[in-house]
Nanobody, 120 residues
């Protein structure tokens, strides 16, 4: 069974930085796209950033120039470096992985979510 374990986040002051990590484990043959989503209270979950297997990246307009997504294929891990944080970045951040799993095929998996709170 594939598991995604997220780490990082917590309470950060406005203007500060933090980094999220998400490590995938299990019978993974290969990982295609990896990404981060977030959901603020009362709002829908939205894409923050994604990265393909060829390291092509995509960002929400609201985080462009402030957040950087990267991946370490050897560790099946995706990172989100978050700089110049704003109170409106406060949300639960979820890791998302599109993986090809042995004996299962290609499926999408979600992390448990990690809270990021930005204080003003």
């Amino acid at each position: 069974q594939v598991q995604l374990v997220e780490s990082g986040g917590g309470l950060v002051q406005a203007g500060g930085s933090t980094r999220l990590s998400c490590a995938a484990s299990g019978p993974i043959f290969s990982i295609n796209a990896m990404g981060w989503y977030r959901q603020a209270p009362g709002k829908q979950r939205e894409l923050v950033a994604s990265i393909t297997s060829r390291t092509s990246t995509n960002y929400a307009d609201s985080v462009k120039g402030r957040f950087t997504i990267s991946r370490d294929n050897a560790k099946n891990t995706v990172y989100l470096q978050m700089n110049s944080l704003k109170p409106e970045d406060t949300a639960v951040y979820y890791c998302n992985v599109d993986a090809r799993v042995i004996l299962v095929g290609t499926r999408e998996y979600w992390g448990q979510g990690t809270q990021v709170t930005v204080s003003s």
